[in-house]
Nanobody
Framework: QVQLVESGGGLVQPGGSLRLSCAASVNFFRFYNMAWARQAPGKQREVVATIASGGSTSCADSVKGRFTISRDNAKKEMYLQMDSLKPEDTAVYYC?????WGQGTQVTVSS
């Protein structure tokens, strides 16, 4: 049973930064591709960043140049560094591994 626990969300002003973390309880963590997704009120969940088991990454156009995804296989953790945050980044952010999802962490960007 995979468990994913996100942390690091909160309230931040536009232009600010946050770093999300995802702790995974799974064997052979390093072999899994992972992703961050978000869901804003009234909208569908969208993937914002992915990181492959080998470390290659991709980001959605809406966050490219502002968000950075990374992972630490020794700690079984994944991260999302979010800079230059905008109000439209407000959403619940979820960690994903295969078909498993975390409970989400709220990110609110507002002045």
């Amino acid at each position: 049973q995979v468990q994913l626990v996100e942390s690091g969300g909160g309230l931040v002003q536009p232009g600010g930064s946050l770093r999300l973390s995802c702790a995974a309880s799974v064997n052979f963590f390093r072999f899994y591709n992972m992703a961050w997704a978000r869901q804003a009120p009234g909208k569908q969940r969208e993937v914002v960043a992915t990181i492959a088991s080998g470390g290659s990454t991709s980001c959605a156009d809406s966050v490219k140049g502002r968000f950075t995804i990374s992972r630490d296989n020794a700690k079984k953790e994944m991260y999302l560094q979010m800079d230059s945050l905008k109000p439209e980044d407000t959403a619940v952010y979820y960690c994903n591994l295969e078909t498993s999802w975390g409970q989400g962490t709220q990110v609110t960007v507002s002045s």
